[in-house]
């Protein structure tokens, strides 16, 4: 059973350009969990998406970041107009029910020139 | 709001000696606890976690952790350091208040280097 899939593993970005970040969740996994980890600071809870459905997004930052989780395909971060202090790491996880334990995939490094 | 603090963000030992990584957590109910480790270039794999049964928690790779509510910590110990356990490892605590307990909060994490 593959695990948590990310791509890119690494991202480069201008300021001001988007970011998509996808996620493909571990097979019969429904729900997914994206996490950003700052530098130097601990994992951070963003969003937490069932299919088709945001179900708890109280940690994204209110204005130029939005999630998906399509019927198809994989869950999408995305960040409008990066700026620097975008520059993290941003974690993936998936997991059956919400009160299993969740299975974190690589990440993907984001840096903001 | 909950939080988790890693005493000591870098730890060193060497082969064969005991380790072990601190972790102490606020939490207003009884929580969910987990550590994960994180090898280079990897993503978070979990290596133990405590949900209110036993207080004492076996884990993979040798690793087990203890619950102390009055002490509000959560360290994880191995008798025996091994090379392979060198890697950065992360405190996480999820509180079941509200239904909420799917979101993890995390310490800033301690890097286990183990000398030869």
């Known amino acids: 059973n593959a695990g948590v899939m990310q791509n890119p593993r690494h991202l480069v970005r201008r300021r001001g350009q988007e970011a998509r970040l996808r996620c493909s969740p571990m097979?019969?996994?429904?729900?997914v969990y994206w996490y950003r980890q700052l530098p130097e600071e601990g994992l951070k809870f963003m969003v937490y998406l069932q299919k088709e459905n945001i179900i708890d997004e109280s940690g994204m930052p209110k204005e130029r970041f939005s999630a998906e989780f399509p019927k198809e395909g994989p869950s999408i971060l995305r960040i409008q107009q990066v700026v620097r202090g975008d520059s993290a790491a941003y974690f993936c996880?998936?997991?059956?029910?919400?009160?299993?334990?969740?299975?974190f995939g690589p990440g993907t490094r984001l840096t903001v020139l | 709001a909950q939080s988790v603090t890693q005493l000591g963000s870098h730890v060193s030992v060497s082969e064969g000696a005991l380790v072990l990584l601190r972790c102490n957590y606020s939490?207003?109910?009884?929580?969910?606890l987990f550590w994960y480790v994180q090898y280079p270039n990897q993503g978070l794999q979990l290596l133990l976690k405590y949900t209110s049964a036993a207080t004492l928690v076996k884990g993979i790779n040798g690793f087990e952790a203890e619950f102390k509510k009055s002490e509000t910590s959560f360290h994880l110990t191995k008798p025996s350091a091994h090379m392979s356990d060198a890697a950065e490892y992360f405190c996480?605590?999820?509180?079941?208040?509200?239904?909420?307990?799917?979101?993890?909060?995390f310490g800033k994490g301690t890097l286990l280097t183990v000398n030869p």
């Open positions: 097979k019969g996994h429904s729900h």
């Open positions: 996480a605590v999820s509180d079941d208040s509200g239904g909420s307990n799917y979101k993890l909060t």
């Open positions: 996880a998936s997991s059956p029910p919400p009160t299993d334990t969740q299975y």
């Open positions: 939490s207003s109910v009884p929580p969910y």
